[in-house]
């Protein structure tokens, strides 16, 4: 086996296969002295600066993060990756898998995500990771953690997620109009700068009514809400912007919320 590959093989043998291990049993759920509910969303690139500021929101020294990677099928290289972004940070890296076997994890759903300070969904396949939520429970579990104070957050299918409704590309042929959680009110388009379908459907959607006005986030750029206000607008990309999309008359207006950088 090549070194690469066995350095790979082992990390995740070692911190990301069983997150069941990751967490004590003697760690008692998040009761959270924290003000408000907190959700930071990106429209894509949910790296180093968007999880650094994640860690700030929990007011904790030392925070305690779980990235959950459902929507891309708890993929390894997401995994990896999750891990080098959170390396130089002060902070403990968790990972909680959805493709899971009773016979390697110990811990439920609800233990494991309720110790956290701070959640990160993964991108993805959003309605697949709706659905294995529901099945799950997942969904419910969230928003227990929510109403607790732990921090929410992701990128694309980590960021749609939370809202109402929005576009997907999770169905074949199309990006299509998908209803997710409804934790943030109105709709989300992510990527709105990165691919070329998202802008036209959005806006065309809202016109029609089919979708309500919400947020359009370009890659490098998010949000931050609390109790379902807009607190801060952020990216980490020059030119990477906000848009809050409505209908006016009979026109689709685009206000742009220009960001703060936070690199």
Same mark, same amino acid.
Request: aromatic share 8%; proline share 4%; glycine share 8%.
């Given at each position: 086996?090549k #070194?690469?590959?066995f350095?790979?093989?082992s990390?995740l043998?070692?911190?990301?296969?069983?997150?069941g291990?990751?967490?004590?049993?003697?760690?008692? =759920?998040?009761t959270?002295?924290a003000?408000? #509910?907190?959700?930071?969303?990106?429209?894509?690139?949910?790296?180093?600066?968007?999880? *650094?500021?994640?860690?700030?929101?929990?007011?904790?020294?030392?925070?305690?993060l779980?990235?959950l =990677?459902?929507?891309s099928?708890? #993929?390894?290289?997401?995994?990896?990756?999750?891990f080098?972004?959170?390396?130089n940070?002060?902070?403990v890296p968790?990972?909680?898998?959805?493709?899971i076997?009773s016979?390697?994890?110990?811990?439920?759903f609800?233990d494991? /995500?309720?110790s956290m300070d701070g959640i990160v969904?993964?991108g993805g396949?959003?309605?697949?990771?709706?659905a294995?939520?529901?099945v799950?429970?997942?969904?419910?579990i969230?928003?227990?953690?929510?109403d607790?104070?732990?921090v929410?957050?992701?990128? !694309?299918?980590?960021?749609?997620c939370?809202?109402?409704?929005?576009?997907?590309?999770?169905?074949p042929?199309e990006?299509t109009?998908?209803?997710? /959680?409804g934790f943030?009110?109105?709709?989300?388009?992510?990527?709105?700068?990165a691919?070329?379908? *998202? *802008?036209?459907?959005?806006? *065309?959607l809202?016109k029609?009514?089919e979708?309500?006005p919400?947020y359009?986030?370009?890659?490098?750029?998010g949000?931050?809400?609390?109790?379902?206000e807009? #607190?801060?607008?952020?990216?980490?990309?020059?030119?990477?912007k906000?848009y809050?999309? !409505?209908r006016v008359?009979?026109e689709v207006?685009?206000?742009?919320?220009?960001?703060e950088?936070?690199?």
């Amino acid at each position: 086996m090549k #070194r690469r590959k066995f350095i790979v093989s082992s990390a995740l043998s070692s911190i990301a296969l069983n997150s069941g291990d990751l967490v004590s049993s003697d760690v008692d =759920p998040v009761t959270t002295g924290a003000e408000g #509910r907190k959700i930071l969303v990106a429209g894509g690139g949910f790296r180093e600066a968007f999880i *650094r500021y994640m860690a700030e929101l929990t007011g904790k020294e030392k925070p305690r993060l779980c990235y959950l =990677p459902t929507a891309s099928a708890d #993929r390894p290289s997401g995994i990896i990756s999750w891990f080098q972004n959170c390396a130089n940070l002060n902070v403990v890296p968790f990972v909680q898998e959805s493709f899971i076997s009773s016979y390697r994890m110990d811990q439920s759903f609800e233990d494991v /995500l309720l110790s956290m300070d701070g959640i990160v969904v993964s991108g993805g396949n959003t309605l697949n990771q709706q659905a294995i939520w529901k099945v799950q429970g997942i969904d419910v579990i969230l928003k227990e953690a929510w109403d607790r104070g732990i921090v929410l957050g992701g990128a !694309s299918a980590g960021s749609l997620c939370w809202f109402e409704e929005g576009t997907t590309d999770s169905r074949p042929k199309e990006v299509t109009k998908i209803e997710c /959680l409804g934790f943030l009110k109105g709709s989300h388009s992510p990527h709105y700068d990165a691919e070329a379908a *998202r *802008r036209p459907l959005y806006e *065309r959607l809202i016109k029609s009514g089919e979708l309500m006005p919400g947020y359009a986030c370009d890659n490098d750029a998010g949000i931050y809400f609390e109790d379902n206000e807009v #607190r801060r607008v952020v990216s980490t990309r020059a030119n990477a912007k906000v848009y809050y999309v !409505s209908r006016v008359g009979d026109e689709v207006v685009e206000r742009v919320m220009e960001p703060e950088r936070i690199d």
